[in-house]
């Protein structure tokens, strides 16, 4: 089963930017969707972005404007481009893929918006 390894959190200020990557230990190309999901303390994990085989995305409202997810089949990596970072954007944020079913979740990599 393909694993997931996320990286690229860490504390930034309110209207600040982050980029996170997701390295895949198998092979991306063929699952039927990729997305990225954040828990927030107390909250249960949603969905923030997600792209299709076919190219569709989609965003949750929250994040429309200032998120933008893509992913490089070929290396097997996810990205997140986080812009103007807000408070609430705060929580552990991890990807997942497949077909079907989602692989186990990872770690996840931790992103604290604060002044």
């Known amino acids: 089963q393909v694993q997931f390894v996320e990286s690229g959190g860490g504390l930034v200020q309110p209207g600040g930017s982050l980029r996170l990557t997701c390295a895949a230990s198998?092979?991306?190309?063929?699952?039927?969707?990729t997305a990225w999901f954040r828990q927030a303390p107390g909250k249960q994990r949603e969905m923030v972005a997600r792209?299709?085989?076919?190219?569709?995305?989609y965003y949750q409202d929250a994040v429309k404007g200032r998120f933008t997810i893509s992913k490089d089949s070929a290396k097997n990596t996810i990205y997140l481009q986080m812009n103007n970072l807000r408070p609430e954007d705060t929580g552990v944020y991890f990807c997942?893929?497949?077909?079907?079913?989602?692989?186990?979740w990872g770690q996840g990599t931790q992103v604290t918006v604060s002044s």
């Open positions: 997942n893929g497949g077909s079907g079913t989602f692989a186990a």
């Open positions: 198998g092979s991306i190309a063929s699952m039927y969707l």
């Open positions: 792209i299709a085989r076919d190219g569709i995305i």
